[in-house]
């Protein structure tokens, strides 16, 4: 399935064209979608309803914002109840958790009326999780009222993302494309011009292991692991010319000479010193410590690094690096809220909590506190927005820049589609921090991989 959305049209003076696979389908509307198949809810009907994000498994930045905004949807609203919760599970990383936490709820028949799920998950949410078509429950014009906003439309590129055969079934919350965070500190202590980050992949190589010649770690990587998921690992191949699965979603493509040259390149900064060992937290705790020079991350952990170099060292962001001759080609991370309930009222209520989570007020504290991108990209310029904290802040910069060339995080398809995307980056992990075979490693899990693909 394929979609075409504009592209960023107030921050950048070009408009350019988006066409991706994967959990994306076409963003023409059903005619019969312009009434509302919920009512309103009276002033004094009290309703009560979950929502369960895995921005609650996070500490620190994520669930002290998150908290807030709750607090203040309690305020605007006082007969809606939210009880928020983080997914069950114990995965290192709780997005991870996710769709087996809302598919071990849906067994036991207690769903969440509100979730935040993965844009890699949007097939399996549409048919499998019965996420319902927000067109045809609050109505067309009332989606596209909350994208537009009060004063700040969503960015072209974002608006779409949920979209598949004809509706809207969620809207774009928080993402991030992949940026090179550096320790300039570092830099010119290992002798390297921290007022040029580098630009491509070979220069990160050389500033990796100048910097691991003055005890410190080069770089890390933060898209190699399965924990990781696999968002970043698919920018790293598009940039190198590949694809994780082909165009036409019928057969998976990351044993492919690109794919494989992207697993390879990081397995020789591991073989060199320049890349520790280490997962997904330990990365990027260790730059938050100051520990590593380079760490290339989503925007989401950028509070976590912020309050680790206060005062400390000198926290810089670059743009993704590129191959050499190559456009480097970001992809977007992050998720959706989607509405699960199948009870009117909860479902009214669970509408009302995706506006105002999405609203202007709710993305300048999102970006403010952990440092995803303001969906709502004219708040960047607006001075009662983000204008001020952009200015004094310019880690986003390089973030909002990469809108221009971005493209959607591609999902794989059919219900075994985690056990697909997982054996990819299982194969990846073994390779990078194991010194597997690249090759024969990412074709064994390749033809694995094909035996769960959907069937004709």
């Keep these: 399935m394929k979609r075409t959305a504009p ?54 930045a994520w669930t002290d914002t998150f908290n807030t905004l709750i607090a203040d949807f309690r305020t605007k609203f006082p007969n809606i109840t939210v009880t928020a919760q983080k997914p069950q599970g114990n995965s290192p990383n709780p997005a991870t958790d996710t769709i087996s936490s809302i598919q071990n709820q849906m067994v036991a028949g207690t769903p969440p009326d509100v979730a935040q799920l993965g844009f890699s998950d949007l097939d399996y949410t549409v048919h499998q999780l019965g996420a319902k078509p927000l067109d045809t429950l609050v109505s067309k014009q009332e989606v596209q009222r909350n994208f537009d906003g009060a004063k700040h439309p969503y960015a072209p590129t974002a608006r779409t993302l949920t979209d598949w055969d004809g509706h809207t079934y969620g809207v774009p919350f928080v993402f991030s494309t992949p940026v090179l965070y550096y320790n300039a500190s570092l830099f010119t202590a290992a002798g390297v011009d921290p007022a040029k980050p580098p630009t491509t ?111 400390k060292w000198d926290l810089r962001a670059a743009a993704m690096p590129s191959f050499a001759g190559k456009p480097t080609i970001p992809t977007n991370s992050g998720a959706s809220l989607h509405i699960l309930s199948n009870d009117p009222a909860k479902q009214r209520a669970s509408w009302e909590l995706i506006k105002f989570l999405t609203s202007e007020a709710a993305y300048t504290k999102i970006s403010q506190g952990i440092g995803y991108l303001p969906l709502r990209t004219g708040l960047m310029d607006d001075p009662n927005g983000l204008k001020d904290w952009s200015a004094k802040n310019p880690l986003l910069q390089p973030n909002v820049a990469q809108l221009a060339s971005m493209e959607p995080w591609v999902s794989m398809p059919g219900s075994n589609y985690l056990q697909i995307r997982d054996g990819m980056m299982d194969a990846v992990e073994a390779i990078v921090f194991q010194g597997k075979d690249p090759q024969s490693t990412l074709t064994a899990a390749r033809e694995q991989g094909a035996k769960l693909l959907p069937q004709p």
């Design 7 to 60: 592209f960023l049209g107030m921050v950048f003076a070009t408009t350019l064209a988006l066409s991706a696979c994967g959990g994306l389908g076409s963003t023409t509307t059903d005619s019969n979608s312009s009434t509302a198949q919920i009512p309103e809810l009276k002033p004094d009907q009290q309703v009560s309803i979950v929502f369960e994000s895995y921005n609650y498994g996070l500490a620190g």
């Design 201 to 311: 992949w070979q220069q990160v190589s050389e500033a990796a292991a100048a910097i691991a010649k003055t005890g410190k770690d080069g770089i890390y990587v933060d898209c190699l692991t399965k924990t990781a998921i696999d968002w970043c690992f698919q920018s790293l191949v598009r940039s190198n010319g590949g694809r994780v699965i082909s165009a036409d979603r019928k057969s998976l493509t990351f044993a492919d000479a690109p794919a494989v040259e992207v697993a390879r390149m990081n397995q020789q900064l591991v073989e060199s010193g320049s890349m520790p060992k280490l997962n997904q937290k330990q990365g990027y705790e260790a730059f938050a410590r100051g520990d590593i020079g380079m760490i290339l991350e989503t925007s989401a952990i950028q509070g976590t690094f912020t309050a680790g170099a206060k005062d």
